[in-house]
T-cell receptor, first 113, second 115 residues
Framework: DQQVKQNSPSLSVQEGRISILNCDYT??????FLWYKKYPAEGPTFLIS?????DKNEDGRFTVFLNKSAKHLSLHIVPSQPGDSAVYFCAASKGGGADGLTFGKGTHLIIQP | GAGVSQSPSNKVTEKGKDVELRCDPISGHTALYWYRQSLGQGLEFLIYFQGNSAPDKSGLPSDRFSAERTGGSVSTLTIQRTQQEDSAVYLC?????????????FGPGTRLLVL
């Protein structure tokens, strides 16, 4: 049973526009959520995180929103840049990030010029 | 500073053989994690070491998989009697401590192909 779901395998966005990547989870014990970015042949790179006590966290062009009642989070990238083209993984933790993370299958974001 | 390193970067083996995958965490990181990513899937947690505590092995898929961490630093993931379904990218991550709100930093992975 998949506890973290990313229902869009791919997303195409024009350069300069907003990219919105979505993630749903089923386990109400998750208390910490993270987004990782992955380029081909490289390991995932941490992007941004949010604790379950917050509903928004912003870092530069990246903002993560958490809706606990809907068990949904989203990553907004504004404005989108060509270097943002990568696979984005949503991950969740029951131990504030200190335990093994549960990952979604990823969304391949393609930024078109 | 140096990031997480893994070796080998690629490994091709025959079904039934044993393989060992190595991970060097970031210096000073006390927590170490192993994950694997099968084709078209997300990352799957395998095992977690925190300092000298007993590892969390809850993600290991079978008793053919084992891991050890020597001296609180380098870790080796061993897969015995490999099967074709073990083909995947095996990723190692480390973090500064086992406290909350930590960030796990990943290595580049070892691509394992079992023929």
């Amino acid at each position: 049973d998949q506890q973290v779901k990313q229902n869009s395998p791919s997303l195409s966005v024009q350069e300069g526009r907003i990219s919105i990547l979505n993630c749903d989870y089923t386990n109400s014990m998750f208390d910490y959520f993270l987004w990782y970015k992955k380029y081909p042949a490289e390991g995932p790179t941490f992007l941004i995180s949010i604790s379950s006590i917050k509903d928004k966290n912003e870092d530069g062009r990246f903002t993560v929103f958490l809706n606990k009642s809907a068990k949904h989070l989203s990553l907004h990238i504004v404005p989108s840049q060509p270097g943002d083209s990568a696979v984005y993984f949503c991950a969740a933790s029951k131990g504030g990030g200190a335990d093994g993370l549960t990952f979604g299958k990823g969304t391949h974001l393609i930024i078109q010029p | 500073g140096a990031g997480v390193s893994q070796s080998p970067s690629n490994k091709v083996t025959e079904k039934g053989k044993d393989v060992e995958l190595r991970c060097d965490p970031i210096s000073g990181h006390t927590a170490l994690y192993w994950y694997r990513q099968s084709l078209g899937q997300g990352l799957e947690f395998l095992i977690y070491f925190q300092g000298n505590s007993a590892p969390d092995k809850s993600g290991l898929p079978s008793d053919r998989f084992s891991a050890e961490r020597t001296g609180g630093s380098v870790s080796t993931l061993t897969i015995q009697r490999t099967q074709q379904e073990d083909s995947a990218v095996y990723l190692c991550a480390s973090s500064r401590s086992g406290r909350t709100r930590v960030t796990q930093y990943f290595g580049p992975g070892t691509r394992l192909l079992v023929l």
